[in-house]
């Protein structure tokens, strides 16, 4: 970042340009450091225009707790801003929009709160986190409240995502739903 940009902006992966990363700026001193980690104004400066109307907060306690993949259908398709407030967790993005040259594709990201960056989840990707340490606390914004009858979800080890997870499958923590997700093939409604 350079001058007095207060947020900076890239792509996860060249492969899906969508899913992006953003780094707020940190103004450090000798106590630590500041940073806004959200700002509207700076955002919509950088080209993202999204008008988030909820935060959540998830909080992992064992190292290796996986959630999702998740996405929301219909009118209820949310946009994500994730962050880790304590610990360390990779963030995962699934394009799930049939007809898309990338469907199928997914990026990752390691999120922390020592590098403090944030993940961008648009529309149309299905999303997962796994806590790479214990007492992981995320939190992330999201432009749609949550409709528990548009939820929806894929399996996080769907042998056709052949997602890297950094961690063997025996080793992931899963809730009793998460276990019992369909693969990418087996669900009918996506994007």
């Known amino acids: 970042m350079s001058g007095d940009s207060r947020v900076k902006i890239t792509s996860v992966s060249e492969a899906l340009p969508e899913v992006r990363v953003v780094e707020p700026r940190r ?22 225009g999204l008008r988030f109307i909820q935060e959540n907060h998830a909080f992992s306690d064992p190292a290796y707790t996986l959630r999702g993949i998740h996405y929301q259908i219909g009118e ?16 995962v993005a699934v394009d799930l929009r049939r007809g898309s040259a990338t469907f199928g594709r997914w990026a990752s990201c390691l999120l922390s709160a020592e590098n403090g960056r944030q993940m961008l989840v648009p529309k149309g990707f299905g999303h997962g ?34 997602i890297d997870w950094g961690v063997d499958a025996g080793v992931v923590l899963l809730s009793p739903r998460d276990d019992r997700l369909p693969t990418l093939a087996e669900s009918p409604d996506l994007m």
């Open 76 to 91: 209820h398709q949310q946009d994500k801003l994730v962050r880790v407030v304590t610990g360390s967790a990779l963030d």
């Open 27 to 48: 103004f450090r001193d000798d106590r630590g450091y500041f940073s806004e980690v959200f700002n509207e104004r700076d955002l919509r400066a950088a080209g993202i």
């Open 129 to 162: 986190i796994l806590s790479l340490e214990p007492g992981t606390h995320i939190s992330y914004f999201v432009t749609a409240h949550y409709s528990p009858d548009h939820d929806r979800g894929i399996r996080f080890d769907d042998p056709r995502l052949a």
